[in-house]
């Protein structure tokens, strides 16, 4: 991941650079060698995308291509901002860094979980984790025991990522329980999904509230351009708004066919997604649909830029 960036352009070997010595560590060798149970390690994993991502957004914008509006999915709205100059990409690679132990941290082992539901109706998904939430609300007994036992009614919907495919988040329990459900009610398949921790739900609160005493401490400044946020779909175009929502999305579900309905709505035109892999690709053509007019490029390697510089220039 990234190994290419790194080898064949010194902006992106740079960023590298700059990672390993912000963080104090070679998180470039844990990126290129692994150990992959090392790598997979979300306070590791988190500040390893955040790099690729920027590592390519730098060599793409030394090709001359610059974007008039951006979104990123989750953690990618960190590198949304870092390219649209909200951040810097040093505060931002220890922040993500935090943000990932804090995550990690929120929720003992085995106790949260997060499920992909596919082909339902993402309304529908929603009532039921509100049905279920209900019948799990445990019976009131001593204070402290529903302190406790209220975490196992917890499961909402994390990520709304298109309109086949719902993640949904919470307390293991409640999360098969609502999984089943909307397969009785007609998913095609519901799949639970290998995480080290149950993001975007309410059982990350305690993760929110150390991040924003970390991100209250950092710079944030105006956008050069305006970044679609996760929590609201709406433009950040100033960095106190950009510095919330970076903060609410922690429990806040990532609404990203809303954020991508919204650039569409803005005048998006031609979308290219930064970094490792090829998801938000994916998901771009099921929010498209069939009949989607909106190319769709990606840049996660050599390769691929110059795939994706030849189908600009062949737009124009």
Known sequence: ?????????????????????????????????????????????????????IAAERVLTQAGVVPSMAAGHSLGEYSAHVAAGTLSFV????????????????VPAGEGAMAAILGLEPGLIQVICEQVADQMTPLPQSAEAVRFDATLAVVSAANLNSPA??????????????????????????????????????????????????????????????????????LVVT???????????????VRWV???????????????????????????RQIQGKDAANPVFNVEDPASLEKTLTGLREEK
Do not use: W
């Open 1 to 53: 991941m990234g190994r290419e960036l790194y080898d064949n352009f010194p902006v992106a070997r740079a960023v590298f650079d700059q990672a390993d010595e912000a963080l104090g560590f070679a998180l470039s060798e844990i990126i290129f060698e692994g150990p992959d149970e090392t790598l997979k390690l979300t306070e590791h994993t988190q500040p390893a995308i955040l790099t690729v991502s």
């Open 91 to 106: 505060d931002a690679v220890r922040a993500v860094r935090l943000r990932g132990r804090y995550m990690q941290q929120a």
């Open 165 to 234: 495919q719902t993640v949904i988040s919470g307390a293991v329990r409640a999360v098969e329980r609502a999984a089943a459900l909307c397969k009785e009610a007609g998913a095609k398949r519901t799949v639970m999904l290998p995480v080290s921790a149950p993001f975007h739900c309410d059982l990350m609160q305690p993760a929110q509230n150390s991040l924003a005493i970390d991100l209250a401490k950092l710079e944030f400044r105006d956008p050069v351009f305006p970044v679609a946020a996760n929590v609201n779909a709406t």
């Open 239 to 253: 960095g106190n708004v950009a510095r919330e929502a970076l903060i609410a999305q922690v429990t806040g579900a």
């Open 258 to 284: 809303e954020c991508i309905e919204l650039l569409l709505a803005q005048g998006a035109t031609h979308f290219i997604e930064v970094g490792p892999g090829r998801v938000l690709s994916g998901l771009m």
